[in-house]
């Protein structure tokens, strides 16, 4: 299955929950890979190693093939399931590369990237493939959700951050058909408790959780991998029901 998370707006936490909803359905024994989809603003190399010469934009240039931009990651605590990672190229210069990008390029990557798909279920037999992609709806936003089999629209309660999601969950996600969830990130303790509300139209789609706002993430510098390494904490509780609420999708 293909889980993308997506977002109207960017700092929303696609990186943070893509890495550590990953991390949940390894733990659960699953064989799983984690894309780097945001090819504008690459973010998993700072938090795993490639150990191949080649990163996903030499696969959608058409410069490696699709069984060599993986790189085992499973940290040493996870005693069954298997993380593997397939990073976009983090330089200045791939960045340009990407974005410089026109609509037939675009239309050839979706090619590509389905391709990959049938490659990482089918011959390599992957569980979950999580895919972090690009915030907004620019094409290669697109191409991750149209791959997607699941997608998480991601989004914080900032005006608007919501106001743009409920616009684009109106006018998009309607033509794409996917099974879509909605998550609220980075939700405060006034929210939580009751004492005050969002006003959220989904159009339907469920919210499949709230998420809290947590300075923990902030003190330990941003380090993705945060929230799993601590079973108790609410962010690593929250992955686990999303986990179990996508598996029932
Ligand atoms: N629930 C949360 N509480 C506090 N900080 C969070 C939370 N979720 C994400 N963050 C922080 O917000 C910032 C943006 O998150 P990130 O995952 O990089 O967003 P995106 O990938 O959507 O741009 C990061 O510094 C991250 O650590
Ligand atoms: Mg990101």
């Known amino acids: 299955m293909i889980v993308t998370l997506h977002s109207y707006k960017g700092g929303t936490g696609k990186t943070l929950l893509s890495v550590n909803l990953a991390m949940t359905f390894a733990n659960l024994g699953k064989k799983v890979c984690l894309l780097d989809l945001d090819l504008r603003a690459p973010s998993l190399s700072s938090t795993f190693n490639n150990t191949t010469n080649c990163w996903i934009n030499n696969y959608l240039n058409k410069s490696c093939k699709a069984e060599n931009i993986l790189s085992e990651c499973t940290p040493q605590y996870i005693k069954d399931g298997h993380l593997f990672v397939g990073l976009a190229n983090p330089s200045t210069e791939a960045i340009r590369d990407m974005s410089s990008k026109d609509r037939k390029w675009e239309m050839e990557a979706l090619g590509r ?23 907004g709806l620019q094409y290669s936003s697109i191409n991750a959700i149209v791959i997607a089999d699941v997608v998480l629209v991601v989004t914080s309660v900032d005006k608007s951050d919501v106001d ?34 969002i006003k959220l139209d989904t159009h339907n789609l469920p919210i499949i959780d709230l998420i809290p706002c947590s ?3 902030l003190q330990s510098g941003g380090e993705y991998l945060f929230a799993f390494e601590k079973k108790e904490h609410p962010i690593t509780q929250s992955l686990s029901k999303i986990a179990m609420k996508i598996r029932q999708f």
């Open 113 to 135: 990237l389905l391709s990959l798909k049938e490659h990482l279920l089918t011959d390599m037999n992957f569980d979950y493939v999580v895919c972090d992609s690009s915030p």
């Open 215 to 217: 300075c923990d993430v």
């Open 164 to 197: 743009g999601t409920q616009r684009m969950i109106r006018d998009l996600y309607d033509l794409y058909e996917k099974k879509t969830g909605i998550v609220v990130n980075k939700v405060p303790q006034t929210i939580l408790s009751g004492r005050t509300h």
